[in-house]
């Protein structure tokens, strides 16, 4: 593609998204939940972008899932339903945001220990009003969520406490992405399903009425949700995909839709620096295995034999076949973690198939 006018009005690195992929990833899991008649719940840390969470939305989401107040009073104001924050309400300024945001906007809170979950109670009562939980449960990530075992005594607990009404269990399998190959991902979201399944058998024969059993990875997308006995999937990742879900194998490269826009800036004999380094890409998946990203041309068609091994701040360093390089050259990095990239920038170009650009805000990153 030609980016010259682009790269004519603004500078470089420019954070890139082609819609016409975009659109179809969200079509794709979109129909395979509708068809299994499993409701979509997506995480919008991955965009942090209206435009984004919009279509998902009319794709047929039944809402979002957010990782942090802002994201969530961000989405509620703009008139959005069905959220779900998924993180852990510790501490008083939380605690009384998380009474405010159930209160307001009826957004569902997580909880893994009566130690959570009691400031939230004494917070609901005082404020007149009854809180949706989910309790959280480890299915093998070892981060946070109650161990399987002890998910019963736990949310009976939970579910004793004044101004608490659990709703559900939910877990995130991002441990599934470490699987190695397909089939053993596959057996393993899978297994992540039925567990899930299990405990909130359990739960119910011990007198909770949930109706919620909630799984979330984009590595596990394709297997997690699809157990019986599991409602909801909360992948995120799907929307834009990136260079770990290509290495995964969850996706290929023609399925990512998200990119930097870089310019070569200098060349030596054994390697080109671009001006995209660790704040364009954002450095928490950098490896020198995998480099900061798959490196490819202007046209997303991937350069063999360059690695992008190291970056500073501001600088990429591109070594191995760069002898085709020149400055002034573009290049187009697919990075290796999509979140992390976007939370790094406060906008991105679409790319719409018929050449047309557009200018979309990224909000709500702190």
Aim: proline content about 5%; glycine content about 12%; hydrophobic content about 40%.
């Amino acid at each position: 593609m030609d980016f010259s006018g682009l790269v004519g009005q603004h500078p470089t690195p420019i954070l890139l998204v082609d819609v016409g992929r975009l659109d179809r990833n969200i079509a794709q899991v979109q129909h395979r939940f509708t068809e299994a008649g499993v409701d979509l719940r997506p995480h919008v840390k991955t965009s942090k972008c209206l435009e984004v969470a919009s279509r998902q939305r009319a794709a047929g989401a039944i809402g979002h899932t957010c990782s942090t107040p802002a994201e969530v009073e961000w989405l509620a104001r703009a008139g959005f339903t069905g959220l779900l924050w998924a993180h852990q309400p510790v501490g008083p300024a939380k605690v009384d945001f998380a009474v405010r945001a159930g209160r307001e906007w009826g957004v569902t809170l997580i909880a893994d220990s009566v130690a959570v979950a009691q400031p939230l109670s004494q917070k609901a009562v005082e404020a007149g009003v009854t809180l949706a939980v989910m309790v959280e449960v480890d299915s093998g990530q070892h981060r946070t969520g109650v161990a399987a075992g002890e998910a019963v005594g736990v949310a009976s607990a939970i579910a004793a406490l004044p101004g608490i009404r659990v709703v559900g269990i939910l877990t995130h399998e991002g441990h599934v992405g470490a699987a190695s190959g397909a089939p053993a991902r596959a057996d393993l979201g899978s297994r992540v399903g039925s567990d899930m399944a299990e405990v909130a058998e359990s739960l119910r024969a011990a007198g909770i009425d949930l109706g919620i059993v909630s799984v979330g990875s984009t590595p596990g997308w394709q297997t997690a949700p699809f157990a019986t006995g599991v409602s909801e999937g909360r992948p995120g990742t799907y929307v834009y995909y990136d260079a770990n879900q290509v290495r995964g194998g969850t996706c290929t490269l023609d399925d990512c839709a998200l990119s930097v826009l870089a310019t070569v800036v200098s060349k030596h004999a054994d390697r080109v620096i671009i001006d995209a380094g660790t704040k364009a890409m954002s450095a928490d998946a950098f490896t020198p295995q995998t480099g900061g990203g798959i490196v490819c041309d202007p046209d997303l068609v991937p350069l063999p034999g360059i690695h992008f091994e190291q970056a500073n701040e501001e600088h990429g360093f591109l070594t191995g076949e760069v002898s085709g390089l020149e400055v002034g050259d573009l290049v187009r990095i697919v990075p290796n973690h999509a979140c992390g990239t976007v939370n790094m920038w406060s906008g991105l170009t679409a790319v719409f198939p018929d050449g047309r650009l557009d200018s979309w805000p990224i909000e709500a990153r702190h």
